[in-house]
């Protein structure tokens, strides 16, 4: 899939390779496609995005390197301009349509794109473990997605999310989101689980990567943008979810909550596995 065409180009259409075989964008020419009439406009947009880099720990440079250039001035004379130019990563342009004007139906266009490479690119992990067998794939996602909670609910707790009826509600939120509405107890009616029963247990391999995705995603969002009370972060928590079903849909992928439920826990795959390699 592609951006829509803003004046006869897309952003895969801009993209360019370096000399050494490296795929990056050019900054002035993701500008217009933005619909950012100055340069002058654009470029905070940059810096905050390079912000947002720095707080998710990864590093500016290979992602933001800035491109100088020597100007006319007159009179034969030029000056050079360090930060001209930036050429950037697939993900520093993730960065970008995340804090730009969202009012702008190109940036919504934009984040669409850019959540639908992000799950796609969630599959072909998935995809690469698939020397394993279906158990086998949902034991190791679900133990990622047990890391990508606890992360969450740090950073939701930061958030104003606080106790642990509050953190109940915020994962509902983005359940809802996720599952057309749907939350926790309609889920599990709709499953046919008991209520003694955790629905990431009994999760196939392609819903638990889903979940993942929305996991993964709202803590990115609620770190990013500093959310700050329960409200917002759970209205941002189910926002999330939404995408990722919407991301789901554009995909042409099975809407989660019509995935089927595999017939044994996670976890009593995982206690089957351990037993099998005689792990005590």
Request: net charge positive; charged share 30%; proline share 3%.
């Amino acid at each position: 899939m592609q951006i829509e065409k803003i004046k006869n180009k897309s952003f895969e259409d801009i993209k360019k390779v370096s000399k050494d075989g490296k795929e990056y964008w050019s900054a002035r020419d993701l500008q217009p496609l933005l619909e950012y009439s100055k340069w002058d406009k654009f470029k905070p947009v940059i810096l905050k995005s390079i912000e947002a880099c720095k707080k998710s720990k990864n590093p500016v440079e290979p992602h933001f390197p800035h491109m100088g250039k020597m100007v006319k001035l007159g009179m034969n004379l030029e000056r050079n301009i360090e930060d001209y130019d930036y050429h950037l990563s697939r993900y520093a342009c993730y960065l970008i349509v995340q804090n730009a004007d969202s009012s702008k139906p190109v940036i919504a266009m934009g984040q669409t794109y850019f959540a639908i490479q992000t799950y796609r690119q969630e599959l072909e992990d998935e995809a690469n473990l698939k020397h394993l067998s279906e158990d086998e794939r949902r034991v190791f996602l679900r133990d990622e997605l047990k890391i990508h909670n606890k992360q969450l609910a740090q950073t939701a707790s930061k958030a104003g999310v606080e106790s642990g009826l509050d953190f109940a509600i915020f994962q509902n939120h983005g359940y809802k989101g996720l599952y057309g509405g749907l939350g926790v107890k309609d889920i599990h009616k709709k499953k046919g689980l008991k209520k003694s029963h955790k629905i990431l247990d009994h999760m196939g391999s392609t819903e638990l990567a889903a979940n993942l995705f929305r996991a993964t995603q709202a803590e990115e969002k609620l770190r990013r943008d500093n959310i700050s009370g329960k409200d917002i972060a759970n209205k941002t928590h189910n926002d999330i979810g939404k995408k990722v079903r919407q991301t789901i849909k554009e995909i042409g992928g099975t809407m989660p909550e019509n995935l089927p439920v595999p017939d044994k826990s996670a976890i009593s795959v995982k206690k089957k596995m351990i037993k099998k390699l005689g792990v005590k």
